[in-house]
């Protein structure tokens, strides 16, 4: 991959006060914690990981939704360069317009009020967009083809719908502004199977149409393994693991990811109880362990893991790894 | 097995302003005591208006049919749960008897409460727990559900925890009361699956520690492989396919839990494209005649499938299907 990174992230971190803790200091949630990362333009970036290790946070961060409290993020699409963490009013404005979100929740997300029609117009209402209701209406009609909605589904509202076309709505809606970037938060969860794989595909194709860039956070790492390039993995605040999806899957080197795509749970009954459990206590983001950030729970930790946080590792191949005993631990499972 | 829970003819109408609409049409099922059925469909299918009918938590639209019949039973005697009205009638069931994780953490808890004190309200409302055991209870159950730090996420509002952990926090609580039944809709949609993996080993504990029995309400076929005893699959508000859950996840007889199975993104090749189901559920104001799949199956028969309601056959041992593939020439 050569291509020069969409979304280029220093080092981010995003922290949280918290109320209360008593007496001294104020205990703070490290929700992003020195965090590096590019996403390539034009790619399917996965992030997956742990509950509450940041992923969220750190899609809102993309966007700048949460205030940053250390690092840079910056987004360069060839037409315009911004680092976020100074952005203007007026350049932030028109951020808005190339980095957008596309919703968890089908049901919640949208107005029951509006039309259909009027949901997905909103954005270039609101930003400005366009001047007359015609123009409006001809940038509606041809998102909300793309998505799969007629004439007649415009007409209607959002309530008559199922949840898969409440999830091509609320796509349009992300899509109308002609956005560059899109944070996509669990929107295939809240969907069942046979919808999700309708959606999967809707995304893939708008995707390659209109050369998208994706951040796409899951938590269902098959759906991560089809749809993503690029997948990113989050323990902590902090990203473990970074690869190509096929190297990924095929040979997952951090001890957490090991373990994460251990225990998807197969469809065949009968490999009940048969998945790799962590032991072990689950770390506080307010008070997160000394060292490596898993090895309250690393089956492998060894004493180094308990002292000295481990760098992400460039192994080649664009994978890079934190894990002080990666390369040892290669020669073990070949055995 | 004991029995736990009788479902007859559940049927469930919601008045709305562009008209009636079925959401539920003439289900009936069972549950024993510790049996873990796994409940699963299509998006709108019905899954979550069933499961809040076993509590009556239906909103004041909802008309049940005349024929509904829903019975817990308990070690007391059976309750009939269609006759309960007032609140303190209700009282038995909600929280007590039937705990629920709702589909939508953020509406299950108020937002200007902190988790803690709705954890500690609703354990005293239920059990004659002082407030200090209420709390210390509370506190422990986070610890299960996999919540570090749980006494400082006690005193924290929904808002501020992920969306895996308001999760976890609604989880803890309706298993603090220790329920007979408890109705779980889609409880792990939001967790890792190591995460998940621990929750469920959690509520299994509690299966078989209580007898507890659960209806758990999901998309994701994993989990059911994994977890239940039974599945029971929902369309367009009809029961179409229930059975052992090795049955039907080997051998689904019902073109749409066929579908269902295939429209799994596998894991051992990343090269099959995803294939889903074609075509859209129709709107509940507008249900099919006949088979309620008609309009998107593709072995539908011509001339039947349009017009008559399949009826349940058995495929093998407790394994029915609604379907006339099955039933052409079967009368029973
Ligand atoms: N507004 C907030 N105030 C305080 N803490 C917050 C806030 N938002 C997030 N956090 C904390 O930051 C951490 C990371 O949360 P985040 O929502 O980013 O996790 P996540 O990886 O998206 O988790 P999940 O998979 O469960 O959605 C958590 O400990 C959470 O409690
Ligand atoms: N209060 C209500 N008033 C009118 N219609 C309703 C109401 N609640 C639910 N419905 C309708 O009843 C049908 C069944 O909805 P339900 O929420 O049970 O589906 P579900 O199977 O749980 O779907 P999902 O998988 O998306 O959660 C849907 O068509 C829904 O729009
Ligand atoms: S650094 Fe140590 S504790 Fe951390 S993952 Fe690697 S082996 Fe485990
Ligand atoms: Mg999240
Ligand atoms: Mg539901």
Same mark, same amino acid.
């Given at each position: 991959?050569?291509?020069?990174?969409?979304?280029?992230?220093?080092?981010?971190?995003?922290?949280?006060?918290?109320?209360?803790?008593?007496?001294?200091?104020?205990p %703070?949630?490290r929700?992003?914690?020195?965090?590096?990362?590019?996403?390539?333009?034009?790619?399917f970036?996965?992030? %997956?990981?742990?509950?509450?290790?940041?992923?969220?946070? /750190?899609?809102?961060?993309?966007?700048?939704?949460v205030?940053?409290?250390?690092?840079a993020?910056?987004?360069?699409?060839?037409?315009?360069?911004?680092?976020?963490?100074?952005? #203007? @009013?007026?350049?932030l @404005?028109?951020?808005?317009?190339?980095?957008? /979100?596309?919703?968890?929740?089908p049901?919640?997300?949208?107005?029951?009020?509006m039309?259909?029609?009027?949901?997905?117009?909103?954005?270039?209402? %609101?930003?400005g967009?366009?001047?007359?209701?015609?123009?409006?209406?001809?940038?509606?009609?041809?998102?909300a083809?793309k998505?799969?909605?007629? /004439?007649?589904?415009?007409?209607?509202?959002?309530?008559?719908?199922?949840g898969?076309?409440? #999830?091509?709505?609320?796509?349009?809606?992300?899509? %109308?502004?002609?956005?560059?970037?899109?944070?996509a938060?669990?929107?295939?969860?809240a969907?069942d199977?046979?919808?999700?794989?309708d959606v999967?595909?809707?995304?893939k194709?708008?995707?390659?149409?209109?050369g998208?860039?994706?951040?796409?956070?899951?938590?269902? /790492?098959?759906?991560?393994?089809?749809?993503?390039?690029?997948?990113?993995?989050?323990?902590?605040?902090?990203?473990?693991?970074?690869?190509?999806t096929? #190297?990924?899957?095929?040979?997952?080197?951090?001890?957490?990811?090991?373990?994460?795509?251990?225990?998807?749970?197969?469809?065949?009954p009968?490999?009940?109880?048969?998945?790799q459990?962590?032991?072990g206590?689950i770390?506080?983001?307010?008070?997160p362990p000394?060292?490596?950030?898993?090895?309250?729970?690393?089956?492998?930790a060894?004493?180094?893991?308990?002292?000295?946080?481990?760098?992400?590792?460039h192994?080649?191949?664009?994978?890079n790894?934190?894990?002080?005993?990666?390369?040892?631990?290669?020669?073990?499972?070949?055995? | 097995?004991?029995?736990?829970?009788?479902?007859?003819?559940?049927?469930?109408?919601?008045?709305?302003?562009?008209?009636?609409?079925?959401? +539920?049409?003439?289900?009936?099922?069972?549950?024993?005591?510790?049996e &873990?059925?796994g409940l699963?469909?299509?998006? !709108?299918s019905?899954?979550?208006?069933t499961?809040?009918?076993?509590?009556?938590?239906?909103?004041?639209?909802?008309?049940?049919?005349?024929?509904?019949?829903?019975?817990?039973?308990?070690?007391?005697?059976?309750?009939?749960?269609?006759?309960?009205?007032?609140?303190?009638?209700?009282?038995?069931?909600?929280?007590?008897?039937?705990?629920?994780?709702?589909?939508?953490p953020?509406?299950?808890?108020?937002?200007? *409460?902190t988790?803690?004190?709705?954890? &500690?309200? =609703?354990? =005293?409302?239920h059990?004659?727990?002082?407030?200090?055991?209420?709390?210390?209870?509370?506190?422990?159950?986070?610890?299960?559900?996999?919540?570090?730090?749980?006494?400082?996420?006690?005193?924290?509002?929904?808002?501020? $925890?992920?969306? !895996?952990?308001?999760?976890?926090?609604?989880?803890?609580?309706?298993?603090?009361?220790?329920?007979?039944?408890?109705?779980?809709?889609?409880?792990?949609?939001a967790?890792?699956?190591?995460i998940q993996?621990?929750?469920?080993?959690?509520?299994?504990?509690?299966?078989?520690?209580?007898g507890?029995?659960?209806?758990?309400i999901?998309?994701?076929l !994993?989990v059911?492989?994994?977890?239940?005893?039974?599945?029971?699959?929902?369309?367009?508000?009809?029961? &179409?396919?229930?059975?052992?859950?090795?049955?039907?996840?080997?051998?689904p007889?019902?073109?749409?839990?066929?579908?269902?199975?295939?429209?799994?993104?596998?894991?051992?090749?990343?090269?099959v494209?995803?294939?889903? *189901?074609?075509?859209?559920?129709?709107?509940?104001?507008?249900?099919p005649?006949?088979? +309620?799949f008609?309009?998107?199956?593709?072995?539908? *028969?011509?001339?039947?499938?349009?017009?008559? *309601?399949? $009826?349940?056959? =058995?495929?093998?041992?407790?394994?029915?299907?609604?379907?006339?593939?099955y039933?052409?020439?079967?009368?029973?």
């Amino acid at each position: 991959m050569s291509e020069k990174p969409l979304i280029s992230v220093r080092d981010l971190s995003v922290h949280f006060g918290l109320r209360g803790g008593g007496f001294g200091k104020k205990p %703070v949630v490290r929700a992003v914690d020195s965090v590096d990362l590019d996403i390539e333009a034009g790619s399917f970036f996965g992030l %997956v990981g742990e509950s509450g290790s940041g992923k969220t946070t /750190l899609g809102r961060a993309l966007l700048r939704a949460v205030p940053i409290t250390r690092g840079a993020v910056t987004y360069d699409d060839g037409e315009v360069r911004y680092d976020l963490t100074t952005i #203007q @009013k007026a350049e932030l @404005k028109d951020y808005r317009t190339r980095a957008q /979100l596309i919703f968890q929740d089908p049901y919640a997300a949208l107005s029951p009020r509006m039309t259909v029609r009027d949901i997905i117009a909103e954005p270039l209402e %609101v930003m400005g967009l366009t001047r007359t209701r015609e123009e409006t209406d001809v940038r509606v009609r041809k998102i909300a083809e793309k998505c799969r909605l007629n /004439l007649e589904h415009l007409r209607r509202f959002p309530h008559a719908f199922s949840g898969g076309q409440r #999830q091509r709505i609320s796509i349009a809606r992300a899509l %109308v502004s002609k956005p560059r970037f899109i944070v996509a938060d669990e929107s295939v969860a809240a969907l069942d199977v046979s919808i999700q794989a309708d959606v999967l595909n809707l995304l893939k194709s708008i995707q390659q149409e209109m050369g998208l860039t994706f951040l796409f956070i899951s938590h269902d /790492l098959s759906v991560v393994a089809h749809i993503c390039d690029h997948v990113a993995v989050m323990y902590l605040g902090r990203l473990v693991e970074t690869a190509p999806t096929r #190297q990924l899957f095929a040979a997952p080197k951090h001890p957490y990811t090991k373990a994460l795509l251990s225990a998807i749970p197969s469809l065949d009954p009968d490999d009940r109880g048969k998945t790799q459990k962590l032991e072990g206590e689950i770390p506080s983001p307010t008070n997160p362990p000394p060292g490596c950030k898993f090895q309250t729970r690393c089956p492998v930790a060894i004493d180094i893991c308990r002292k000295q946080e481990p760098k992400l590792d460039h192994a080649g191949n664009n994978h890079n790894i934190a894990c002080h005993r990666w390369q040892e631990l290669l020669e073990t499972d070949t055995k | 097995m004991n029995r736990l829970l009788d479902v007859e003819n559940l049927t469930l109408q919601f008045d709305t302003d562009e008209g009636r609409i079925t959401a +539920v049409d003439n289900v009936s099922f069972t549950l024993g005591a510790g049996e &873990v059925m796994g409940l699963v469909g299509e998006s !709108g299918s019905g899954k979550s208006v069933t499961a809040k009918s076993l509590m009556k938590l239906n909103p004041d639209n909802a008309i049940y049919g005349d024929e509904t019949k829903i019975i817990l039973h308990l070690d007391g005697g059976p309750v009939d749960i269609m006759s309960l009205h007032t609140s303190s009638d209700l009282k038995v069931i909600r929280g007590g008897a039937i705990s629920m994780i709702f589909q939508e953490p953020m509406a299950s808890f108020a937002p200007a *409460i902190t988790i803690g004190n709705q954890m &500690v309200e =609703q354990l =005293q409302i239920h059990t004659d727990m002082t407030a200090k055991k209420a709390q210390e209870l509370s506190i422990e159950m986070l610890a299960r559900v996999g919540i570090s730090d749980a006494s400082t996420r006690f005193k924290q509002f929904a808002f501020e $925890l992920s969306g !895996g952990m308001r999760q976890r926090a609604m989880i803890a609580m309706a298993l603090s009361t220790k329920p007979k039944l408890l109705i779980a809709d889609e409880p792990t949609t939001a967790l890792d699956v190591t995460i998940q993996a621990q929750v469920i080993d959690l509520m299994k504990d509690l299966v078989s520690e209580f007898g507890m029995g659960i209806i758990f309400i999901t998309h994701d076929l !994993g989990v059911i492989a994994q977890t239940a005893d039974s599945v029971a699959v929902m369309y367009l508000g009809r029961l &179409v396919e229930q059975g052992p859950v090795r049955e039907v996840i080997r051998t689904p007889a019902h073109p749409y839990t066929k579908g269902l199975i295939a429209a799994l993104p596998q894991l051992d090749d990343l090269d099959v494209p995803l294939t889903p *189901i074609p075509g859209d559920i129709p709107s509940p104001l507008e249900r099919p005649p006949g088979c +309620v799949f008609n309009t998107r199956c593709a072995v539908a *028969i011509e001339g039947l499938c349009t017009r008559e *309601i399949p $009826l349940f056959t =058995q495929v093998a041992q407790k394994h029915q299907v609604a379907c006339h593939l099955y039933s052409e020439g079967d009368d029973k």
